[in-house]
């Protein structure tokens, strides 16, 4: 990181802003074109879930290249200036770098799905076969976390 003074070093700050986050971007490369897409996500022990349909350009691009970047943010906040160059932004984000995996193990599928629901709710989730036969669960093994903030 370039600007050592706004790293974040700290995992389970880290960790925390992975936990308030109620959207992550997905960023895919296939054929040198790039693909990045909001999502709704589940984060447990070094791996992101995702889901989406069983067909389309995210299953596409992943099938081509497993490798993805994820990345969060949060606690935005303008601070204006007298004069445009002294106009900053207050966030926090995380950045992740890591392999996308097509689930198909209907165990895995279901755990997958409940880490995506128990990050928006408290509430527990039980799926049937037919459940998990109707959507695509991708796992991300992150293979490095890195977090920036800037406090204006």
Do not use: W
């Not at 039980?126 to 293979?143: G, N, P, S, W």
């Amino acid at each position: 990181m370039r600007r050592k003074d706004k790293e974040i070093k700290d995992k389970q700050e880290i960790e925390e802003i992975i936990a308030r986050a109620k959207i992550c971007r997905l960023a895919m490369s296939r054929d040198d074109q790039p693909y990045v897409v909001p999502l709704n996500f589940g984060y447990a022990e070094g791996r992101v879930y995702i889901h989406c349909a069983k067909e389309g350009r995210k299953l596409e691009m992943i099938a081509a290249n497993d490798r993805v970047c994820f990345e969060v943010d949060l606690d935005h906040e303008l601070i204006s200036g007298p004069t445009a160059c002294k106009y900053g932004f207050r966030y926090r984000s995380v950045i992740g770098f890591g392999r996308a995996f097509l689930v198909e193990d209907p165990g895995e599928k279901e755990l997958g799905l409940k880490t995506i629901m128990a990050h928006y709710s408290q509430d527990e989730f039980h799926f049937t076969a037919q459940d998990l036969e109707k959507v695509a669960v991708i796992r991300v093994d992150l293979t490095f976390l890195s977090g920036k903030k800037a406090v204006a």
